[in-house]
């Protein structure tokens, strides 16, 4: 009985390699590239309602004011990425809902004369900015979405994109709504 060399097993063992390598690198691709891509998805979809989500604390402003009466609105703040079975997600998702320094209100007309005390409700001088801030992992377009006199608007830095209309001044009506409240 002779022994020799026997190569037979070398090709099963480097064909087990080169399918783990192969693993490794799909894994990692879809790690480096396809979660990002869907992460970033569900942080606009989440931007996306929370942009409803500031309309309606700003229609909800207007109507507390116009009625009289309590009003209800809600901020979601923050969104949950899918459960990856083997991938891995990045911290959740958040933002900030606060309002800003309080800036005193001046109301002047066309000529100069400050009209300010005629104008304003309750003898209120002083009014805050409300804005959500998100804090996302993907999504780096996202800006901030504030309120301010009757308006809501995205602030992306470089511009504004108004989500509604003014209600500040309507035919020779002026309605100032100030936000004297501050929160975090």
């Known amino acids: 009985m002779k022994f020799g060399d026997d190569g037979r097993a070398q090709s099963t063992l480097v064909g087990a390699i080169l399918l783990f390598a192969i693993l490794i690198v799909a894994f990692s691709s879809y790690q ?8 970033s998805e569900v942080e606009f979809n989440h931007n996306q309602r929370v942009q409803g989500d500031m309309v309606e604390v700003r229609n909800e402003l207007l109507s507390t004011y116009t009625t009289g009466q309590d009003g209800y609105a809600e901020v979601e703040l923050g969104t949950q990425f899918p459960p990856r079975l083997v991938a891995i997600n990045p911290p959740t998702p958040s933002g900030s809902f606060r309002t ?42 996202a800006g901030t979405l504030r309120y301010e006199n009757s308006v809501a608007y995205h602030d992306f ?27 975090s």
């Open 32 to 39: 480096a590239v396809v979660v990002p891509n869907q992460n």
């Open 157 to 183: 830095g470089d511009g504004l994109v108004q989500l509604t209309g003014q209600r500040l001044i309507q035919n020779n009506t002026i309605q100032i709504v100030p936000v004297a409240a501050q929160f």
């Open 100 to 141: 800003g320094q309080s800036r005193p209100i001046v109301v002047k007309t066309q000529n100069g004369t400050d009209i300010t005390a005629d104008v304003l409700p309750g003898g209120v001088n002083d009014s805050r900015i409300i804005s959500y801030t998100p804090t996302y992992s993907e999504y780096n377009s």
